[in-house]
């Protein structure tokens, strides 16, 4: 399984980044997808995440300012970002939730993955 992100880059402050990832491999489901961040000398942090049914949740710095989507179909996530600020620089992670099959006899393993990261600067 692997998790292939794109999208980051360089913004203006009060401008907008699409971030998208997509997941690939041997998948049975995905149960949720999402995205954390990570600043340098800082924690990783939610910025959103989004169940196959579409429940989103965001992290209370991107809340009313970033939306979540997902297409179950293409398993890839989006992260659309608007009114960004140069607090919003970090190296953003895509995750996956997943059962994936595992063996060549068929077994599945429900497993989290990760993505390489992205970089989104925000200038101000």
């Known amino acids: 399984v692997q998790l292939q992100a794109s999208g980051g880059g360089l913004a203006q402050s009060g401008g907008s980044l699409r971030l998208s990832c997509a997941a690939s491999?041997?998948?049975?489901?995905?149960?949720?997808m999402g995205w954390y961040r990570q600043a340098p000398g800082k924690q990783r942090d939610l910025v959103a995440s989004i169940t196959e049914s579409g429940k989103a949740k965001y992290g209370d710095s991107t809340k009313g300012r970033f939306t979540i989507s997902m297409n179950n179909a293409r398993k890839t996530v989006y992260l659309q970002m608007n009114s960004l600020n140069p607090e919003d620089t970090a190296v953003y992670y895509c995750?996956?939730?997943?059962?994936?099959?595992?063996?060549?006899?068929?077994?599945?393993?429900?497993?989290?993955?990760w993505g390489q990261g992205t970089q989104v600067t925000v200038s101000s």
């Open positions: 995750y996956a939730d997943l059962m994936a099959v595992t063996t060549s006899l068929g077994d599945m393993t429900e497993d989290e993955y």
């Open positions: 491999g041997p998948i049975f489901t995905v149960n949720s």
